[in-house]
Nanobody, 124 residues
Framework: QVQLVESGGGLVQAGGSLRLSCAASRRTFNAMGWFRQPPGKEREFVAALSRSSGLTQYADSVKGRFTISRDDAKNTVYLQMNSLKPEDTAVYYC???????????????????WGQGTQVTVSS
């Protein structure tokens, strides 16, 4: 059984920071990504990282503010979120892909496993 567990969500004021964690039950995931679903909206891409290349990709809305990283010793991927805005409020999901890829996918259809999500609320 493959499991992804997100943590680190919570309530933060605009301009503040928060770090999300995603613990994976497997060490062999090649790419991992973060997606989010704001209230009343569809799930959207946030950030992704490829283990094989070390490359990262970010949505334009978070580029320069969010950073994705990975700690293989802990089978964990992180999303450091700085300069948070109220529009960042959403349920954040961790996703993992087992296939070998050079560029981390932006499309959620490319990911094989998903976490349950963690709520991030940014107050103004």
């Amino acid at each position: 059984q493959v499991q992804l567990v997100e943590s680190g969500g919570g309530l933060v004021q605009a301009g503040g920071s928060l770090r999300l964690s995603c613990a994976a039950s497997r060490r062999t995931f090649n790419a991992m990504g973060w997606f989010r679903q704001p209230p009343g909206k569809e799930r959207e891409f946030v950030a992704a990282l490829s283990r094989s290349s070390g490359l990262t990709q970010y949505a334009d809305s978070v580029k320069g503010r969010f950073t994705i990283s990975r700690d293989d010793a802990k089978n964990t991927v992180y999303l450091q979120m700085n300069s948070l805005k109220p529009e960042d409020t959403a349920v954040y999901y961790c996703a993992a892909e087992g296939a070998l890829v050079w560029y981390p996918p932006r499309a959620q259809k490319e990911y094989d496993y998903w976490g349950q999500g963690t709520q991030v609320t940014v107050s103004s």
